[in-house]
């Protein structure tokens, strides 16, 4: 009887473990690495950006083969456009090596919560991969360009905003967890990285546009959208952005170029940049403290300025505090234009007075238009690089 049970056991585990029923072969599965979605009239367009394996393959591979292959389907749906893409291509589509999601600036204005939901909801999708919005072109025509350096084009895009977010502050990275995080968390609002398309478009989906020295069109990222709840509503230009990066505190490394007392220009590369938003109620209003320390170092020096002398750093730091102080007013005037807390304001009245936060939370985005922002920078310069006079203070007149 004992045996017959074991029997009997073994079976039923056999018929539960199955193994990989679902599985899917290499050989059957195209690699998206690049998604973008268009709005065209009630459907959204997506397009898919997928690897050409016979172009990387070292012995049987064709080097007039293009990189990548570009398909694009329509649907009332995001999941209902990408299963129609099934009857052009021959393999199934497999987003976990995505590299780069775009959204157009005409979706982007109506909304782009719902196109959301299929990316949060497939297991599929990782969370190593960049979103961006397209800039005066579809999402579809960025991903039918061919790039140099990278053979890649979503490749070049995410290597391109990471290493720009890392160097240079207007440019912020943001992930899908990110994302989904500043839309549905109240007292937040959103922002993402722009791309544009620079010189010819139509040359730029040639293959000649990365044989030449000098190509006919390239990338460039500038600026950063704004969105009030899940709407594009704005845009901030460079100085705005830097402002906005540096008060969120997202500034790893940067260049402020001051002018010298005696005229001509000097940059700092600061390289320890941190920031902090605490908020406190005066007289039952919300006000808000941005406290922001930095260092750095004198990166290019074009004035003759004796740097040996501790009140001329002294007059430095004070221009260099007065100018980030100037980037982040700027971002502050443009967020109370377009009504969008962008800078998390709610978040941190929430943890200081969450009652007072239930209060005024329902019109949260307009009546913080009206609160007292106090901005406090701290700025010391640590090290004068390889020389100590600069190259025009050795100059002879």
């Known amino acids: 009887m004992r045996l017959f049970a074991l029997m009997l056991c073994g079976f039923v585990c056999l018929g539960v473990m199955t193994g990989c029923w679902n599985r899917k072969e290499l050989n ?31 012995k049987t ?15 009332p749906t995001v999941s209902e456009a990408i299963r129609r893409m099934t009857t052009m ?37 990782r969370n190593d991969f960049n979103i961006i919005v397209a800039r005066g072109v579809k999402a579809e025509q ?7 350096l990278e053979r890649n084009p979503s490749n070049s895009m995410f290597k391109m905003l990471e290493v720009s977010t890392k160097v240079w502050s207007p440019s912020v990275s943001t992930k899908l967890d990110q994302l989904v995080t500043s839309l549905s968390v109240e007292g937040s609002s959103a922002v993402l990285t722009g791309i544009r398309l620079k010189g010819d478009i139509e040359e730029g989906a040639k293959s000649s ?23 594009l509503i704005g845009w901030m230009n460079e100085k705005e952005s830097r402002g906005y990066s540096t008060i969120t505190d997202q500034v790893d490394e940067s260049i402020v170029t001051i002018d010298c007392p005696s005229g001509g220009k000097l940059s700092v590369s600061g390289i320890r940049v941190q920031s ?22 004198i990166e290019d020096m074009e004035c003759k300025l004796g740097l040996q002398k501790e009140s001329q750093l002294k007059e430095l730091q004070t221009r260099l505090e007065d100018e980030i102080a100037g980037f982040c007013q700027a971002a502050l005037s443009k967020a109370r234009r377009v009504k969008s807390d962008i800078f998390g304001f709610g978040n941190a009245l929430h943890r200081s007075n969450p009652r007072y936060w239930n209060k005024v939370k329902k019109d949260w985005q307009n009546d913080w238009t009206e609160s007292q922002v106090h901005i406090h920078v701290h700025y010391v310069i640590r090290r004068l690089g390889t020389i100590s006079s600069g190259v025009m203070d050795e100059m002879k007149e």
């Open 28 to 58: 059957d599965l195209s690699i998206v690495v690049g998604f973008g979605i268009d709005k065209a009239k009630n459907q959204y367009k997506v397009s898919a950006q997928v690897v050409n394996p016979g172009a990387y393959d070292m």
């Open 142 to 148: 960025l991903l039918n360009f061919m790039t140099p």
């Open 209 to 231: 546009n990365v044989s030449a020295i000098k190509p006919s069109a390239h990338y460039e990222y500038g600026g950063l959208a704004i969105f009030r709840r899940d709407k």
């Open 89 to 125: 291509t021959p393999r199934f589509n497999y987003f976990a090596h995505l590299r780069i999601l775009i959204f157009s600036e005409e979706l982007s204005r109506e909304g782009i919560g719902k196109t959301l939901d299929y990316m949060s909801r497939n297991r599929e999708f």
């Open 276 to 297: 902090e938003i605490k908020a406190s109620l005066a007289q039952r209003k919300p006000e808000f403290d941005i406290t922001i320390k930095g260092e750095g170092d």
């Open 61 to 75: 591979g064709s080097a007039n083969l293009a990189p990548v292959t570009l398909y694009s389907s329509y649907g």
